[in-house]
């Protein structure tokens, strides 16, 4: 498969458990971000996004958390599956500018 | 099916010797973007196109060219590909810029040597 990053943090866990992956941005003004999904020889698929009004919310077996105070998000995934194996990154936009700053993604292997 | 298609997923060439890789997209869209992704160093913009004719560099144009002549294509141009260019592509399309999340190719891995 597609190689999308050698020194990328790793989060393994079991499968049943719930994953927690962290995302800390810098820039205050962001205003918008997305949790993007990037399978093996796959381009990035979105998966859930937060306005900066929200503290919280919520999909289908995820859920994304933003705490503006300490430029922190979450993505936090119910019941881990194998399917869920796959690089995941945060990307922030700010005052719908021109580009969205892609984080540097986490690795998630799920154990069986 | 909604869809972005870049073409080839996979391209092997020699210093110097010009190249496209095409995208399209079906979703009516007026945003594009191309990035590469580079271990270690992310996602980075090349160029985007908030609509037909309208163009602009992203973070890292050097080497590259772009057109948006119609609204549901926009190739990347690399007029004399260096190694340094060797890299996973993907282009994207949104609704909008910056408030919309992006649909992404599939990606194309171009390899110069």
């Known amino acids: 498969g597609e190689s999308v990053g050698l020194h990328l943090p790793t989060l393994s866990v079991q499968e049943g458990d719930n994953s927690i992956i962290n995302c800390a941005y810098s820039?205050?003004?962001?205003?918008?971000f997305i949790w993007y999904k990037q399978e093996s020889g796959k381009g990035p698929q979105f998966i859930i996004d937060?306005?900066?009004?929200?503290d919280k919310r919520q999909g289908q077996r995820v859920t994304v958390l933003l705490n503006k105070t300490v430029k922190h998000l979450s993505l936090q995934i119910a019941a881990t599956q194998p399917g869920d194996s796959a690089v995941y990154f945060c990307?922030?936009?700010?005052?719908?500018?021109?580009?969205?700053?892609f984080g540097p993604g986490t690795r998630l292997s799920v154990l069986p | 099916e909604a869809q972005v298609t870049q073409n080839p997923r996979y391209l092997i060439t020699v210093t110097g010797k010009k190249l496209t890789v095409t995208c399209s997209q079906n979703?009516?869209?007026?945003?594009m973007s191309w990035y590469r992704q580079d271990p270690g160093l992310g996602l980075r913009q090349i160029y985007y196109?908030?609509?037909?004719?309208?163009?602009d560099k992203g973070d890292v144009p050097e080497g590259y060219k772009v057109s948006r002549k119609e609204k549901r294509n926009f190739p990347l141009i690399l007029e004399s590909p260096s190694p340094n260019q060797t890299s996973l592509y993907f282009c994207?399309?949104?609704?909008?810029?910056?408030?919309?999340?992006?649909?992404f190719g599939s990606g194309t891995r171009l390899t110069v040597v």
């Open positions: 820039n205050s003004a962001s205003d918008y």
């Open positions: 979703m009516n869209h007026e945003y």
């Open positions: 994207a399309s949104s609704l909008g810029q910056g408030a919309w999340g992006y649909t």
């Open positions: 196109s908030m609509n037909v004719e309208v163009t």
């Open positions: 937060i306005r900066s009004n929200m």
């Open positions: 990307a922030e936009n700010a005052n719908y500018g021109q580009n969205f700053v």
